[in-house]
């Protein structure tokens, strides 16, 4: 049974020219699909066609990232549905949400920044409900605020996925009574992550994802060096170990998942 990188973006090793080499480590790896994540109008194309060349190995979700959000995004937005009209279409709205990590340092402008990431997450979150696709979640700093506008938004939280799980398990707990749930990075592999680890095991293995947020936050033991989707074999590794139940149950676990999830 293969695995399921659930969160990835490909789309620098694209331009570099070294996707072959990616996707072939991935498959030997014993990963047998990926889901490339969408951050603004840039890749959303690029997605699509990978997707077509490469089916069954490569889908994708297409979003506007906060981090993304500036004064115009409305204009790239209102493109962002007519990627649902297309072959193939994407398999969730993502990644969208809250980021207030990458904030500028002024106040007003933190505070216009906001405002233009709360309206654009609404919008991301109007466009899945009434597509009912899949939401990737991005949230950084802003849990509550996440939480507070996706039970505003009428969205079917069963199809919510905050990606790169990296809150403790009272926010797990948040998530399992709405039905909702966290996916789960290389960052659980490091050290200092009791708290992601004691969310992980607060979720259980019914809805337990794995990705690596590649080329970001590569797990151990090469913490340090550019992530990859083969790399979520540790991550995998890991998290049988943490679950106490073989690898394979546990990539077969975590791939039926992600199919139900996404509709691979």
Not at 89 to 113: C, M, N, T
């Amino acid at each position: 049974m293969g695995l399921i990188d659930t969160h990835t973006h490909l789309d620098t090793f694209a331009r570099r020219g070294e996707l072959p080499a990616i996707l072939q480590r991935a498959q030997a790896a014993g990963v047998e699909s990926m889901v490339a994540i969408g951050t603004d109008a840039d890749d959303w194309s690029l997605y699509r066609d990978l997707a077509r060349q490469h089916p069954g190995l490569v889908h994708y979700a297409a979003g506007l990232h906060p981090c993304s959000v500036d004064a115009n995004w409305a204009e790239r937005f209102v493109q962002l549905e007519k990627f649902w009209q297309d072959a193939p279409p994407p398999v969730a709205v993502g990644e969208i949400g809250f980021d207030r990590y990458h904030l500028p340092k002024d106040p007003a402008e933190a505070a216009r920044v906001l405002s233009w990431q709360r309206e654009a997450f609404a919008a991301g979150l109007a466009l899945a409900r009434r597509l009912d696709c899949p939401v990737v979640i991005h949230s950084r700093e802003a849990f509550r605020e996440c939480v507070v506008m996706i039970d505003a938004s009428g969205v079917d939280w069963r199809k919510v996925v905050f990606h790169c799980f990296s809150e403790g398990p009272g926010e797990m707990e948040e998530l399992n009574k709405r039905g909702g749930r966290g996916s789960f990075t290389g960052i659980i592999t490091y050290k200092n992550a009791d708290a992601i680890r004691a969310a992980a095991l607060a979720q259980g293995l019914d809805r337990l994802m794995l990705e690596t947020d590649a080329p970001y936050l590569t797990p151990m033991p090469h913490r340090g060096k550019p992530n990859e989707p083969a790399f979520v074999r540790h991550t995998a590794e890991f998290c049988a170990q943490l679950f106490q139940i073989g690898y394979d149950r546990l990539a077969e676990i975590t791939a039926r998942n992600a199919r139900t999830f996404f509709g691979l």
